[in-house]
Each structure stands twice: as structure tokens, then as C-alpha cells.
């Protein structure tokens, strides 16, 4: 069971980027799917998550409306289109999944496998 979290990099303000979270080893269609992220010294985040079944979704409120997560069950994957990017979006972005088919929860402990990580560095 593998989570591959890729599609970090450095952007300036008000670029874009796509994460990407590749699943193998299982299959994502019964799973929830959530992005986190960690910024130096400070603890990790919420940021969004999808639902298994109804494609619910859930976005932190410092994320909404720049920000859209979505998934492509056929392809094992799940993305967060990141746009209008700010420096205070720069952290080590993480994707996590766990089996549910009620809707997303953004607690951490809920999760059951991460991705390694991905930085995104935000210039001004």
C-alpha cells in the first residue's frame, strides 16, 4: 500500500500548481481522500478532502474558492488544483487516505496511509 504525492515546486504569487496522488496496492474507490500540508514550525493542516462515494468535498477556509481537490477513480488518483497561490500557501504538502463511505473527515488520526510529501514554495 503506497501513497506518491508529486507536483510540488516553486511558484510565485498568484501562479498555479497541480498536486497529484498517486495510489498503488489498492484501490482509492472505497477510500477517502485528504490533503494536508505543514509549514516550518508550525503543525499540520487540514486542507481538503473528497468522499469514497458521493464525491463530497471539504475545503479549509483559508483554501476555499482557490483551491479544488478531485479524483479520477480509473486512474487511482487524486489532484488539488492549487491556483491564486500566497506565500503563506509555502509547506510540504501530503496526501492521505482512509476507508469510509460516509463523507470526508479533515482529522488526522482518521487517516490511515500518507504520502511521503511534496514542497510548494510560494514567492512574492
Known amino acids: 500500500v503506497q501513497l506518491q504525492a508529486s507536483g510540488g515546486g516553486l511558484v510565485q504569487a498568484g501562479g498555479s500548481l497541480r498536486l497529484s496522488c498517486a495510489a498503488s496496492?489498492?484501490?482509492?474507490?472505497?477510500?477517502?481522500i485528504g490533503w494536508f500540508r505543514q509549514a516550518p514550525g508550525r503543525e499540520r493542516e487540514g486542507v481538503s478532502c473528497?468522499?469514497?462515494?458521493?464525491?463530497?468535498?471539504y475545503y479549509a477556509d483559508s483554501v476555499k474558492g482557490r483551491f479544488t481537490i478531485s479524483r479520477d477513480n480509473a486512474k487511482n488518483t487524486a489532484y488539488l488544483q492549487m491556483s491564486s497561490l500566497k506565500p503563506e500557501d509555502t509547506a510540504v504538502y501530503y496526501c492521505?487516505?482512509?476507508?469510509?463511505?460516509?463523507?470526508?473527515?479533515?482529522?488526522?488520526?482518521?487517516?490511515?496511509?500518507w504520502g511521503q510529501g511534496t514542497l510548494v514554495t510560494v514567492s512574492s
Open positions: 496496492g489498492f484501490t482509492l474507490d472505497y477510500y477517502a
Open positions: 473528497i468522499s469514497s462515494s458521493s464525491g463530497g468535498t
Open positions: 492521505a487516505t482512509y476507508r469510509t463511505r460516509a463523507s470526508c473527515l479533515m482529522t488526522i488520526y482518521e487517516y490511515d496511509y
